[in-house]
């Protein structure tokens, strides 16, 4: 089920500091710093679905943190009418895009790739995409270098992440200083990124974009991005 594959992908890209099986779902934690590290990954179908929800909500309740789903194409069915009944709204509809990694691109010499991320990578990204402020930066930084990836980037005015996993190619953290947008920056970090998924082999690239960021899913479109699949969040 591609549906499903997109949400391990994710899952394994992204990789929460704390996870508990329980049964067939996943439990994540990481203090409250990101959605996707913080949420049931709900795949399979547990005997008793309302047993399940309520195993999870303690999970969450147990750590002081909300309870979070991420309800994907491979989410136990059923379940997010049975969040909604439960009070659980809509948050961050998100769409899943991917793209063929044919011959040849163009190097972007002026992308600067490396294997961890520097302090300065760190810095522009979280300026613009940290939504948690104070000490959320370390948790953060520990959850993108839990699995070996690439760190694109251009100066200090836009950077991206990259992670090899097998076929695929994830594109994570795509972020440009607001002071530095609408000048190419973006795509310059995005090419070589997929330059360099090429040079190593795989043959497809994904990535996640929130549905609202039009600009951003104009970018991916143009570089030869089509939607694959769906997710959100349902959060209480």
């Not at 795509?174 to 000048?183: D, K, L, S, Y």
Request: glycine content about 14%; proline content about 5%; some cysteine.
């Amino acid at each position: 089920m591609i549906d499903e594959a997109f949400d391990r992908l994710v899952d394994q890209a992204w990789p929460a500091l704390q996870r508990v099986e329980a049964g067939c779902w996943t439990l994540r934690a990481a203090n409250g710093v990101t959605k996707r590290a913080n949420s049931v990954l709900p795949l399979g179908e547990p005997g008793d679905l309302e047993a399940a929800i309520e195993g999870a909500e303690k999970f969450y309740a147990d750590r002081g943190l909300p309870c979070v789903f991420s309800v994907g194409g491979g989410a136990t069915p059923g379940l997010d009418a049975s969040l909604e009944a439960r009070g659980y709204g809509v948050v961050d509809p998100t769409l899943v895009m991917t793209a063929r990694l044919g011959p040849g691109g163009e190097a972007e010499e002026e992308v600067e790739l490396a294997e961890m991320p520097s302090q300065a990578w760190l810095d522009a990204w979280w300026s613009v995409d940290g939504r948690f402020g104070g000490d959320g930066l370390p948790t953060a930084a520990r959850i993108l270098t839990g699995v070996p990836a690439v760190y694109a980037s251009l100066g200090g005015d836009a950077v991206g992440r990259g992670v090899v996993q097998g076929e695929w190619f994830g594109i994570y953290s795509m972020a440009v200083m607001p002071h530095a947008r609408r000048r190419g920056h973006g795509r310059k970090v995005l090419r070589a990124l997929l330059s360099h998924a090429r040079a190593q082999g795989t043959q497809r690239a994904y990535l996640v974009v929130v549905e609202s960021n039009t600009a951003a899913r104009t970018l991916y479109e143009r570089q030869g991005f089509t939607v694959a699949g769906r997710y959100h969040y349902r959060v209480r």
